[in-house]
C-alpha cells in the first residue's frame, strides 16, 4: 500500500511540474497540482491556505544569505524556476524558512510535553496519570526493544539518549503536519538528511569507541589480504553512505506521498467540477488521513529502529575484533602449553 502510494505520488509530482513548466497566467486561478507542490514546498511565507484560492499571508520572514547570491533572472526580468544560487555557486543560505519553523515548533512542543508529563519526583517509583505512564511505556520501549536489543545489554543504554531524541522528535513533526495549516517538515529532503546524518555520526562514533581507530579502519578493509584493498575499501566506504541515505529516502518519500495522495483526494472534487465526487474522495481522503495518523508513528519507529540497527553492527565490529584477538592469545598460550609439555617429557 505505502509502495502504491510513492509510485502514484512520484508520477504525479513529475506530472505537476511538467504542466507547471507550461507556464500559467499572473492571475489565474491555482490549480490542483499548483496548490499541492506550493503546500508541500518549503517558502519563507507563511499564509493560511485555502483550499484552491489564494492564500492569505501572514507574512515573510526577510531571507539571510551570504556570499554571492544575486538570484537567477529571466530574459523578461523575473526571478527564474531555478531561484536563488546554491552552495556550489558561493551562496550559503540560512533563512528561516516554514519547515525551519515547524522544526522548531516540534521542539518546544516535544520539550513542553516532557516537562508536564514526565515524572521528575525521585521518591515515586510509579508515574500516575495517563500522560507519565504512556511517556514510560514509549521509553522503555525503545530502551528495551530498540536498544538492547540491536546494540546490546552493556553497550544499548549509552545510545539510548540520541534514540530517544531522534524518536519523538521525528514524531512530533510528522504529528505536526497533519494538523491543518501546519506543514510537515519531514517531507524536506534536507531535513531527513540532515537527520540521518546525525545517525551516520553515531554511528561511526559508535564504531570507533567499540574497535578503536585501528580497529575501525582495518574493519574497512573487510579482513582481505592488501591487495584487494582497493576493490573492498570503496565497497565499504559505499556500504557506509547508503545507510544514510537510506534513512533519508525512506522518511521524505512516505511522509510526502502521503500528503500529496490526501490533497489529490480532495482536489478531486475541483478536477471533476462536480460536488457528488465529496460523497466518495472525502470518505477515502479520511482513511488516508488515519492511516496517516499511524505511519506517523510507524515512520518514527522505522528510522530510530534503524538507527539502533546501523549503531549495534558498528558496536559489533569493536568485539568482533576481541574476539579474534582472544582467539589468538588462546592459540599461542596452546602453542605454548604444548611445546612445554613436550619438554617436560624430554
Same mark, same amino acid.
Given at each position: 500500500?505505502?509502495?502504491?502510494?510513492?509510485?502514484?505520488?512520484?508520477?504525479?509530482?513529475?506530472?505537476?511540474?511538467?504542466?507547471?513548466?507550461?507556464?500559467?497566467?499572473?492571475?489565474?486561478?491555482?490549480?490542483?497540482?499548483?496548490?499541492?507542490?506550493?503546500?508541500?514546498?518549503?517558502?519563507?511565507?507563511?499564509?493560511?491556505?485555502?483550499?484552491?484560492?489564494?492564500?492569505?499571508?501572514?507574512? #515573510?520572514?526577510?531571507?539571510?544569505?551570504?556570499?554571492?547570491?544575486?538570484?537567477? +533572472?529571466?530574459? $523578461?526580468?523575473?526571478?527564474?524556476?531555478?531561484?536563488?544560487?546554491?552552495? +556550489?555557486?558561493?551562496?550559503?543560505?540560512?533563512?528561516?524558512?516554514? $519547515?525551519?519553523?515547524?522544526?522548531?515548533?516540534?521542539?518546544?512542543?516535544?520539550?513542553?510535553?516532557?516537562?508536564?508529563?514526565?515524572? @521528575?519526583?525521585?521518591?515515586?517509583?510509579?508515574?500516575?496519570?495517563?500522560?507519565?505512564?504512556?511517556?514510560?511505556?514509549?521509553?522503555? =520501549?525503545? @530502551?528495551?526493544?530498540?536498544?538492547?536489543?540491536?546494540?546490546?545489554?552493556?553497550?544499548?543504554?549509552?545510545?539510548?539518549?540520541?534514540?530517544?531524541?531522534?524518536?519523538?522528535?521525528?514524531?512530533? +513533526?510528522?504529528?505536526?503536519?497533519?494538523?491543518?495549516?501546519? #506543514?510537515?517538515?519531514?517531507?524536506?529532503?534536507?531535513?531527513?538528511?540532515?537527520?540521518?546524518?546525525?545517525? =551516520?555520526?553515531?554511528?561511526?562514533?559508535?564504531?570507533? @569507541?567499540?574497535?578503536?581507530?585501528?580497529?575501525?579502519?582495518?574493519?574497512?578493509?573487510?579482513?582481505?589480504?592488501?591487495?584487494?584493498?582497493?576493490?573492498?575499501?570503496?565497497?565499504?566506504?559505499?556500504?557506509?553512505?547508503?545507510?544514510? =541515505? #537510506?534513512?533519508?529516502?525512506?522518511?521524505?518519500?512516505? +511522509?510526502?506521498?502521503?500528503?500529496?495522495?490526501?490533497?489529490?483526494?480532495?482536489?478531486?472534487?475541483?478536477?471533476?467540477?462536480?460536488? #457528488?465526487?465529496?460523497?466518495?474522495?472525502?470518505?477515502?481522503? =479520511?482513511?488516508?488521513?488515519?492511516?496517516?495518523?499511524?505511519?506517523?508513528?510507524?515512520?518514527?519507529?522505522?528510522?530510530?529502529?534503524?538507527?539502533?540497527?546501523?549503531?549495534?553492527?558498528?558496536?559489533?565490529?569493536?568485539?568482533?575484533?576481541?574476539?579474534?584477538?582472544?582467539?589468538?592469545? $588462546?592459540?599461542?598460550?596452546?602453542?605454548?602449553?604444548?611445546?612445554?609439555?613436550?619438554?617436560?617429557?624430554?
Amino acid at each position: 500500500m505505502r509502495k502504491a502510494m510513492v509510485l502514484f505520488a512520484s508520477l504525479f509530482v513529475a506530472t505537476a511540474w511538467a504542466s507547471e513548466s507550461g507556464g500559467h497566467g499572473e492571475g489565474s486561478e491555482p490549480s490542483v497540482p499548483d496548490y499541492i507542490l506550493h503546500h508541500v514546498a518549503d517558502t519563507n511565507d507563511f499564509e493560511l491556505e485555502v483550499p484552491l484560492s489564494q492564500p492569505i499571508h501572514l507574512g #515573510a520572514i526577510p531571507p539571510l544569505r551570504i556570499g554571492s547570491c544575486e538570484p537567477v +533572472m529571466t530574459d $523578461h526580468g523575473l526571478v527564474a524556476p531555478t531561484g536563488w544560487p546554491g552552495l +556550489m555557486a558561493g551562496c550559503l543560505d540560512l533563512s528561516i524558512t516554514k $519547515h525551519t519553523v515547524m522544526m522548531w515548533l516540534a521542539a518546544l512542543l516535544l520539550l513542553g510535553t516532557i516537562f508536564i508529563w514526565s515524572s @521528575r519526583d525521585k521518591t515515586k517509583l510509579v508515574p500516575r496519570g495517563t500522560g507519565a505512564n504512556l511517556i514510560e511505556m514509549l521509553v522503555l =520501549f525503545v @530502551r528495551d526493544e530498540m536498544a538492547i536489543k540491536n546494540i546490546g545489554k552493556e553497550d544499548g543504554p549509552r545510545y539510548v539518549p540520541y534514540l530517544l531524541t531522534a524518536f519523538f522528535f521525528i514524531l512530533f +513533526m510528522n504529528l505536526l503536519g497533519l494538523v491543518p495549516w501546519m #506543514a510537515t517538515a519531514t517531507g524536506n529532503l534536507a531535513v531527513t538528511c540532515g537527520l540521518a546524518l546525525c545517525t =551516520f555520526f553515531v554511528t561511526q562514533a559508535a564504531g570507533i @569507541r567499540s574497535a578503536g581507530l585501528g580497529g575501525y579502519l582495518k574493519h574497512l578493509t573487510g579482513g582481505v589480504h592488501w591487495s584487494l584493498w582497493i576493490i573492498m575499501i570503496p565497497v565499504e566506504i559505499l556500504g557506509l553512505i547508503s545507510k544514510p =541515505f #537510506a534513512l533519508t529516502m525512506r522518511l521524505f518519500a512516505n +511522509m510526502l506521498a502521503g500528503h500529496i495522495v490526501l490533497f489529490f483526494l480532495i482536489g478531486l472534487i475541483f478536477i471533476l467540477g462536480h460536488p #457528488a465526487v465529496a460523497v466518495v474522495s472525502v470518505p477515502f481522503a =479520511f482513511a488516508i488521513y488515519l492511516l496517516e495518523l499511524f505511519v506517523a508513528f510507524v515512520q518514527a519507529y522505522v528510522f530510530t529502529l534503524l538507527s539502533a540497527l546501523f549503531i549495534g553492527m558498528a558496536v559489533a565490529t569493536g568485539h568482533h575484533h576481541d574476539d579474534h584477538g582472544h582467539a589468538d592469545d $588462546h592459540g599461542h598460550s596452546e602453542l605454548g602449553g604444548s611445546h612445554d609439555h613436550g619438554k617436560a617429557h624430554a
